[in-house]
């Protein structure tokens, strides 16, 4: 069982061996939400779902999302009817992946964990990486699975709403870390929000950080050092992530749990649900 990533070449074994898996396509692109399903039209890993941020794995308009800002998660429910249309069950290895420096595809690692569902892995290096080792791409239309019924087990991540960011803003027992460009951090730009900044006392680790030069995760001591580093002697025990939207956030989760800091927890209604709340401050800088 793969929990956190797996290689192009563990991947390519666990389908010679025939073990029972499902790949998800995550490519997305916040901009132009029509582009990750013709990207994945044009080019994908044959047998790969489509998992559309915007409808499978946000609950836009629903009253009952589990979170509220720009990509408010669907409930578990709601997440678990969907993963039963596609043919996922329990007994499933999951494999996601975008094209998009994992910006994407952490969203549905994290939400099948949420979901009680440890079997997920993230593709290491996305489709490029699968291109760079030779393995195939189709254009084909995938054949529809037949309907399956997957059974939500107990959370295996945890999230975390505004009025507990509120309730701890500035305790010992909170540590905020911001996904986010920088200049979006400190508030010099803001393309999507009402609000420009972040919450007070938040610290920031823009998500792209955490890949190196080969479009893989950095190795988990480099990455260890890295969040000691911005930890500055806070306990990794107390830190929350979150981002614009909760999806660009979930990289510094699963690089956390890489280097052996532990799982942190979501907030993932982030800065889009927070800049959202009336009354709630914002910082600059």
Sequence with gaps: MYTTLISVEQLQALQAAGAPLMLFDCSFDLMNPAVGGQQYREAHIPGAVYANLDTALSAKGSPDAASGGRHP??????????????????????????????????????????????????????LQAWQAAGGDV??????????????????LRTLVITKTIVDNLGRPGQTLIDA?????????VEPLDPVAGHIPGALNRPFGQNIGADGKFKPAAQLRAEFEALLAGRDPAT????????????????????????????????????SNTPGLPAAQG
């Design 73 to 126: 998660l669907p409930s578990r429910e709601q997440f678990a009817a969907w993963l039963s249309s596609v043919g996922f069950a329990n007994g499933m290895q999951a494999v996601v992946y975008d094209r998009n420096g994992a910006n994407y595809c952490g969203r549905l690692w994290w939400m099948l964990k949420w979901a009680g569902h440890d079997a997920v892995a993230l593709l290491d290096g996305g």
């Design 138 to 155: 189709t254009d084909r239309e995938e054949p529809a699975s037949a309907p399956a019924h997957f059974t939500l087990g107990p959370a």
């Design 180 to 188: 986010r460009a920088t200049p979006r951090f400190k508030g010099e």
């Design 239 to 274: 830190v929350v992530h979150h981002c614009g939207s909760g999806v660009s956030a979930v990289p510094n989760v699963l690089a956390m749990e890489l280097a052996g800091l532990g799982q942190a927890a979501l907030y993932a209604g982030s800065w889009s649900e927070w």
